[in-house]
């Protein structure tokens, strides 16, 4: 099972459309001259976006959404058009309960503490074996 998952440069048009399927009209992820005017480089990803490839790797991780017991994400860096996430281990001691997001370059923009339910994970296992 592959822990890591590197994403495709993320683009303006991946951005609207996780606004649209998330209901987000807000002007920060889809206007370039208001983003602008605060002072940021270009229009911001909507957190959702993230959550959910935290997600799909979490359901991968635990074997079903129900071995997932709980999971939190802090936001730690805006993440912006053209930014190449992967979200992996985030070292590994501690790859067992907690991932990261980066950017190519390297810079964390995500931290998640997750705990999973090691008996349906052992049982998911013991069926693979079968």
Excluded at 13 to 34: N, Q, R
Excluded at 56 to 75: C, D, K, M, N, Y
Aim: glycine letters at 6%; aromatic letters at 6%; a negative charge.
């Amino acid at each position: 099972m592959t822990l890591v998952k590197t994403y495709p440069p993320i683009s303006r048009v991946d951005i609207a459309w996780t606004c649209v399927a998330t209901d987000d009209p807000s002007p920060l992820h889809l206007d370039e001259p208001f983003a602008t005017a605060l002072g940021h480089p270009s229009v911001m990803a909507p957190g959702t976006m993230l959550l959910g490839w935290t997600g799909e790797l979490l359901e991968r991780i635990a074997g079903s959404p129900q071995a997932l017991v709980s999971w939190t994400i802090r936001f730690v860096r805006p993440v912006w058009p053209g930014d190449q996430l992967t979200i992996g281990p985030a070292d590994a001691a501690s790859g067992e309960t907690s991932l990261i997001a980066t950017r190519a370059d390297g810079t964390v923009v995500a931290r998640v503490q997750y705990r999973v339910d090691q008996a349906a994970v052992k049982e998911r296992n013991d069926k693979d074996d079968e």
